[in-house]
Antibody, heavy 121, light 106 residues
């Protein structure tokens, strides 16, 4: 069974840091590009960052560029998101996900249940 | 690439056929995913590359389009279909989503 489980969320003050983790199982992790997608309370979905299977391609949304860093450890089947310089507007449920794209035309998708990040003083 | 969904909300009855439209601000070929999200749950993939039905998704769901205009249709609404639907372009990063269409029971 495919499983994607996020952790590391919590309450942080503006300007502080958090590191999110995503543990994947049930599929060959190093075959897939992986992504972070967030959803602010009551709002829509926003793609945050993505990393290719071999870490050779990394992209960020403009809203987090220069503050967030995505990485992965294929030996541990894990994806990470280092979030520095947190802002109130970063408050959201953060999902770890794989989905079809032009770079990786797979026929499936998997999303975790998300980890909540709250940025408040 | 901006993705614009319409309508933002939609009321319909069981058995109705509904259509949701998604427009891209530039051509994305057929690199368009459709998701369903129910309250408190993660999104689930329904359609990829504009018209391919994900395995296990009921055949009452269908997608079409290419270039900049796409549609998601549900042929005969079932109670479990009332949810929010999102399109997502998967052509180039950032992989932007539409703002969502909330489908409610009339």
């Amino acid at each position: 069974e495919v499983q994607v489980v996020e952790s590391g969320g919590g309450l942080a003050q503006p300007g502080r840091s958090l590191r999110l983790s995503c543990a994947a199982s049930g599929f060959t992790f190093d075959d897939y590009d992986m992504h972070w997608v967030r959803q602010a309370p009551g709002k829509g979905l926003e793609w945050v960052s993505g990393i290719s299977w071999n870490s050779g391609r990394i992209s960020y949304a403009d809203s987090v560029k220069g503050r967030f860093t995505i990485s992965r450890d294929n030996a541990k089947n894990s994806l990470y998101l280092q979030m520095n310089g947190l802002r109130v507007e970063d408050t959201a449920l953060y999902y770890c996900a794989k989905f079809p794209s032009w770079q990786q035309p797979v026929a499936d998708a998997s999303w975790g249940q998300g980890t909540l990040v709250t940025v408040s003083s | 690439i901006q993705m614009t969904q319409s309508p933002s909300s939609l009321s319909a009855s069981i058995g109705d056929r509904v259509t949701i439209t998604c427009r891209a601000s530039q051509t994305i070929s057929t690199y368009l995913n459709w998701y369903q999200q129910k309250p408190g749950k993660a999104p689930t993939l329904l359609i990829y590359v504009a018209s391919a039905l994900r395995s296990g998704v009921p055949s009452r769901f269908s997608g079409s389009g290419s270039g900049t205009e796409f549609t998601l249709s549900i042929s005969s609404l079932q109670p479990e279909d009332f949810a929010t639907y999102y399109c997502q372009q998967s052509y180039s990063t950032p992989y932007t989503f539409g703002q969502g269409t909330k489908l409610e029971i009339k």
